[in-house]
């Protein structure tokens, strides 16, 4: 907050977390095999975009207070 930058890991992250968690307290007798394997990819997509996010150096701010561009 201090320094006017916007943390866009913490959305990709923060996502994982809940839908882990959602998986996890999921009743299987009650849930179709399909929808766990969508759950499934949902978070290997979430872990992949933060991953690209993070390797790109997209969340990595320059000195001078920006963002370094994907491009």
Known sequence: M???VIHVEVVP???MIAIARH???VGFNNVLPLAMIGIGAII???AIG???L???GFLN???DGSAQAIE
């Open 44 to 46: 290997v997509a979430l």
């Open 54 to 56: 993070k390797s790109v």
């Open 2 to 4: 201090d320094e006017n």
């Open 23 to 25: 998986a996890m307290n």
């Open 61 to 63: 701010p320059q000195k």
């Open 50 to 52: 933060y991953y690209y």
């Open 13 to 15: 992250s923060a996502c």
